[in-house]
């Protein structure tokens, strides 16, 4: 992968991308099902929930993506890995399938033109940039209603590391600017493993 300057509006998009799934995470509709199907640990989401519209506006310019896709491309099976008819709102699971699917198709896009930010959203292991930008648009049309099921929150969300960020949030409300390129690497890192992958104590 070429070295390649970000463009000008990647750190913009990430920013209203981050409010849009920052906004889902705080609808009520979302309860404790939705919550979880995002692998949101239960001490982040009551953190999150006790911010105002403005502090989440200003942690949504964090310089990385808030939100992700477990598994890039999407699996064929995906479908199978839906929630359950009614275990879910149904008002919440539409704007949740909504923004999945407006997620898959940016990082496509992103993969097929600027390998290094789509890196920064994805992980670059397991060669995920290059295969999503070799998919199809039927594929991915195929893949964008299915992608809620996929949908999760990122490593940045946990509470070692969503601690420290929210407290320069609730603390520096005049002049409080976005966190520095310190934070890269976490999009590097790629998404934090879903609770039934983990190794219980």
């Not at 990647?10 to 404790?32: I, K, M, Q, Y």
């Not at 999945?100 to 390998?115: N, V």
């Not at 295969?131 to 490593?155: E, G, K, M, V, Y």
């Amino acid at each position: 992968m070429r070295c390649e300057a970000l463009d000008k509006h990647f750190f913009t998009e990430v920013r209203d991308l981050n409010v849009a799934f920052l906004r889902l995470l705080a609808d009520p509709r979302a309860g404790e099902v939705g919550l979880e199907m995002l692998d949101l640990d239960p001490q982040s989401a009551q953190a999150l929930a006790a911010l105002d519209t403005a502090e989440r506006r200003r942690l949504a310019t964090v310089p990385v993506p808030l939100a992700g896709l477990r598994t890039l491309p999407l699996p064929a099976a995906v479908a199978d890995q839906a929630p359950l008819p009614g275990t879910l709102e149904p008002g919440w699971w539409l704007a949740a399938s909504s923004f999945a699917a407006g997620l898959l198709t940016y990082l496509w896009q992103l993969a097929r033109h600027q390998p290094v930010a789509a890196a920064l959203c994805v992980g670059p292991g397991q060669g995920r940039v290059q295969r999503l930008a070799a998919l199809s648009f039927d594929t991915i049309q195929h893949c964008a209603p299915l992608a809620a099921a996929q949908l999760r929150a990122r490593r940045i969300f946990s509470p070692e590391l969503l601690s420290p960020l929210l407290q320069d949030v609730c603390t520096r409300a005049d002049g409080w600017r976005p966190v520095g390129l310190d934070l890269i690497p976490l999009g590097l890192a790629g998404l934090r493993p879903p609770r039934h992958h983990r190794q219980r104590p």
